[in-house]
């Protein structure tokens, strides 16, 4: 019974992520009300209250949540430019590149978490701000790649148990001595707010064009400039 209590509450949970992220970005978090969430999600009332005690924690727990999701995606875009071979500036151009598809896939989520970025005066501004920072040292760690090199030039082979030069560490754990940084340098905040604001204006303006048409645009734009694989 457990086992199977398990999957089920993740997807009761994923579905209120969802309705929270749609609603809130369609007219606000004071405008939302628990009674519109559980609609949404087609649950009963009671269960946001269950899984999360309130709107409050529900909302708070969401933006844990996406910002995780956003620090993964682009973890995941960074490995797989890695095992390929690929240099430094052109795992970070792919690391663009898959936050930008984030962007896309995630719409409504993406523009509730860069809303709260600006209010300080939320009780939740603290874990915001804490998984953030984790999402930027994913670029931290890339533009730290980018200047220091591997020893290699930026293109030994990947071996098996490596991962990409200067994001071995997860983001959520502490560095090693000497591994880097704890935290975001201004570079880092500034490609991912770079990167954050083109998405939503892109999703909000310009809904015509396609990823591979904005990260074409933005791509010079950043540190790592303009690569010719297209590869994504």
Not at 46 to 63: I, M, P, Q, R, S
Not at 147 to 172: I, L, Q, S
Not at 184 to 202: F, N, S
């Amino acid at each position: 019974m457990t086992g199977i209590r398990g999957p089920r509450r993740t997807a009761t949970r994923q579905r209120l992520y969802d309705a929270a992220a749609a609603l809130v970005a369609e007219q606000g978090f004071s405008g939302t009300t628990v009674e519109e969430i559980a609609e949404r999600a087609g649950v009963a009332k009671g269960t946001v209250y269950y899984n999360f005690g309130g709107k409050t924690e529900l909302f708070e727990e969401l933006l844990a949540h996406g910002w995780g999701l956003l620090g993964a995606a682009l973890r995941e875009a960074a490995d797989r430019s890695w095992q390929r071979g690929d240099s430094p500036g052109e795992i970070l151009d792919a690391l663009v590149r898959g936050g930008l598809a984030f962007c896309a896939e995630h719409p409504s989520l993406v523009r509730v978490c860069v809303a709260e970025l600006w209010r300080p005066g939320r009780p939740w501004h603290a874990t915001v701000t804490a998984a953030r920072g984790r999402s930027a040292l994913e670029i931290e760690r890339v533009l730290r790649a980018r200047t220091e090199g591997d020893g290699t030039g930026g293109r030994r082979a990947a071996e098996p148990g490596d991962g990409p030069p200067g994001v071995r560490e997860p983001a959520h754990s502490a560095p090693e001595a000497g591994a880097g940084p704890a935290e975001p340098g201004a570079a880092a905040t500034g490609v991912l707010g770079v990167l954050l604001v083109t998405a939503l204006d892109w999703q909000s303006f310009q809904p015509h064009r396609s990823l591979e048409e904005v990260h074409a645009a933005l791509s010079p734009l950043l540190p790592c400039g303009h690569t010719e694989s297209g590869r994504p």
